[in-house]
């Protein structure tokens, strides 16, 4: 699979781009995932071992892969590329041997040289590790960092106006701005200057233009101790307004506002490595992120942010059991406990322990019966599953403690149309879906479902047309979209247009059995028979839906025009009044 190739690559991968290694990554054997780890010792046994780590690092135990290359490297100690193996292995691992093997590193090692920073910091050995952070090599991404982990090393040390000095050019600069002053006014605060922490904490909410998770906390948390309580509120609420799925855990949030979110400098190294591997997993360098997420977890382990993080890649990849075992430790006292809690039950179920993330979903509930976020997230579930009637029931519960609702709901109402349209109740969904455009008109994915809904009914063609149009403007190579304006096109009679758009669409997701079903239907109108047949025969070995396959078999038995749904007439092309929206 996809997600276990990535991870053997983020061993050598991350060194090459966060410890200068390219030079010598890039002599070892390639193969079509990337490049490959040297061969294996010759002593058969250790030999063994050595593949055993390697496939144990491919399935994602890395653990145990850490364990294993530890085996192979006490028979062979002087080799540097099994010392690089076991060092990340065990790093990724959380292994409290990753700092011994952090020593074995050669200098431009960057990963080695940050984690042993750390070891320094928590020591207390503020000067080694400033040392040690000045000593990185300015260049990738880490040159990001470098100046903040000496500058939080400075104020280990008690140097807080060294430290604000090493920030200022930075923070005067245009690259990377808003995270320079953030980590100054942090460092500002603790270092008890006030009027240098305020204007450092405006200029970083001005850059950054929205509030995130850390930043949102910092701000009210620094407001709140300024004895600006009411601002510090209204910080965590608009917080809540930018990212709704932290609703849940608002009234936690603004519970323990006054708290210092960085409490030591070790704090303030956590916050850089957590702030650079969220920039890192935003443009999907997924295999850094987890690097630097590591990072951050080795110099603060209650950082749950950055196990939200960590959980949120590792589930990305299908692997849903590491998410877990990161998220594990984390309090029930922490204020993010709840967001916790959700997530692991979105992770059990796809796990394959449904029943479980069921019952965990309703302890929520009865823990928070005010908040729809439980219900909804049971509803998500049981969607996927197929138990459209229940999946219904679960939102209906959901919407109905929502009070009134906002922009941000409107996923809720569509996630309920669907439901609620496989379980045949097409009235109802047909008004959530024009609900969801209410709260939110331009969002693709109601567009689309309501338009390829209304093309399949034969209601509403030139309105249907008209949202599929506006889906496929923000969705350009979205292959479903393609297939639902292929889809109302060929509904109205423009059977050339319905080809191009078709066959656009199979390049665009080759493996779905309803688009290349589509595209037969249109070949068909169009009169080219022989390939209609092979799309609806291909249609069939792409695991179709029970009733979709029985009406694939009907076309190619009966050969006829009959069972594909032709161009409707023009009587059944006019547009139908839509049902009124509810209120």
Known sequence: MQHRSKLRRSIILALSLLSGCAAASASHDADATGPTAPSPPAATGTASTYLTARFAAMENDLPFAAKQFGAVLATDPTNPDLRQQAFMASLLAGSPEAVKLAALQPPDNQVAQMLLGDADAKAGNWADAEKRFAGLPRQGMPQILQPILVAWAQQGQGKTDAALATLR????????????????????????????????????????????????????????????????????????????????????????????????????????????????????????????????????????????????????????????????????????????????????????????????????????????????????????????????????????????????????????????????????????????????????????????????QGHNLSQARQMIERAAEQRPNDGAILDSLGWVVLRQGDVPSAVRFLERAVELDSEDSTINGHLGDAYWAAGRKREAQLQWRRALTLDPQPDDAAKLRAKLRDGDLAVVRAPLPPTAQQSQPAPQTPQ
Do not use: C
């Not at 960590?310 to 998220?327: K, P, T």
């Open 169 to 456: 050019p930075f923070v005067e600069g245009q690259r990377f701005r808003a995270v320079y002053a953030l980590h100054a006014a942090l460092i500002a605060d603790m270092g008890h200057h006030p009027a240098d922490a305020a204007r450092l904490y405006q200029v970083a909410q001005t850059e950054y233009g929205s509030l995130n998770l850390q930043l949102g906390r910092e701000l009210a948390s620094w407001q709140a101790r300024s004895g600006h309580s009411d601002e510090a509120a209204k910080t965590l609420t608009d917080m809540v307004e930018t990212s709704p799925e932290l609703a849940i855990a608002l009234p936690a949030l603004q519970a323990a506002a006054a708290e210092p979110q960085v409490r030591t400098p070790t704090d303030g190294l956590a916050e850089a490595y957590m702030a650079l591997a969220a920039a890192l997993r935003a443009q999907e360098s997924s295999e850094l992120s987890v690097v630097l997420g590591d990072l951050a977890l080795d110099a603060r382990p209650d950082l749950t942010a950055a196990r939200l993080l960590l959980a949120e890649i590792y589930d990305s990849r299908g692997d849903a059991q590491s998410a877990l075992s990161v998220l594990a430790p984390v309090a029930s006292a922490d204020p993010l406990d709840v967001l916790v809690r959700l997530r692991q039950a979105a992770l059990n179920d796809r796990a394959g322990h449904t029943a479980l993330a069921l019952q965990m979903l309703s302890r929520i509930a009865k823990d928070y019966p005010a908040r729809p976020e439980p219900m909804a997230v049971q509803g998500d579930m049981l969607r996927a599953q197929q138990r459209f009637a229940e999946a219904v029931t679960a939102y209906d519960k959901a919407v109905a403690l929502l009070g009134t609702p906002k922009a941000t709901n409107w996923p809720l109402f569509y996630d309920r149309g669907v439901a609620l349209e496989r379980s045949h109740q097409w009235p109802r969904a047909e008004a959530d879906f024009q609900k969801a455009l209410e709260l939110s008109p331009d969002q693709p994915v109601v567009l689309n479902y309501l338009g390829y809904s209304w093309a399949d």
